[in-house]
């Protein structure tokens, strides 16, 4: 049970989001309920046009997070998706295996900033997908790393509810689900940041680096580490 609903109490259009992120097969594989430990995850990066000073910087960085988490020395199944934002939201890599995932072959930064709006489409899908399956096993981390304030969320109308106030909803949702939340404010505050989405804003959750191509990295690297390091009883039992 979830914000007062059961586990399949979803809409059709949810679902379709879902089957359009995480490919029916890919989802089957990391829901299963074997008993083996699986993460996921959910790396989420400003594409805006303040990021071009930054040059193919996030894109190596991406594609170094995608080569590190492929094999875990604990046995764990590692999945991974990249979702970039500008003035649109765009699912760069899909929900993949991380053994069998391809590199990000391009990178372009340009637009505004659809933050608020893309992490929570994004935080919407994924606890639809727990509550479609109910994974036993999945441990899910998100990472918002981000230069800059959203600009584009609320137009061209102004919703009835706005955002942030979605994006909050959807991310208490997340974490009472036992998603792991994390921003990475480069040159801009990231307890802000956090707390702008709904984000813990603690020291171990919200980084505030500052603008620079070695925070960027940075960021990324801490979000790999995140992912992928060993928690004793981490994962709920089946």
């Not at 702008?196 to 960021?219: I, K, N, Y």
């Amino acid at each position: 049970m979830a914000n007062g609903k059961s586990t399949h109490d979803v809409s059709p259009e949810s679902v379709a989001a879902v089957n359009q992120l995480v490919p029916m097969d890919v989802s089957g594989q990391m829901c299963l309920d074997d008993g083996k430990p699986k993460t996921l995850s959910v790396m989420i990066l400003d594409r805006s046009g303040s990021m071009a000073k930054y040059g193919d910087t996030p894109q190596k960085c991406v594609n170094d997070h995608l080569t590190a988490i492929k094999n875990q020395p604990d046995g764990r199944e590692q999945f991974v998706t990249v979702i970039t934002f500008a003035d649109n939201a765009k699912i760069e890599i899909p929900v993949s295996p991380a053994a069998t995932v391809q590199p990000l072959e391009a990178y372009l930064a340009d637009g505004g900033t659809l933050q608020w709006r893309t992490v929570h489409e994004t935080l919407k899908l994924f606890c639809t997908l727990h509550r479609m399956n109910d994974p036993k096993n999945l441990k899910v981390f998100v990472g918002v790393i981000s230069d800059g304030d959203d600009n584009l969320s609320n137009k061209p109308t102004y919703p009835e509810e706005p955002y942030p106030k979605k994006t909050q909803k959807w991310a208490k949702i997340a974490l009472d689900l036992g998603f792991e939340l994390f921003a990475y404010g480069i040159g801009i505050d990231g307890k802000k940041l956090a707390e702008d989405m709904g984000f813990p804003s603690d020291d171990q959750h919200a980084f505030t680096l500052e603008a620079s191509v070695a925070s960027v990295r940075e960021a990324t690297t801490h979000f790999t580490k995140s992912t992928t390091r060993v928690h004793s009883g981490f994962w709920k039992k089946p």
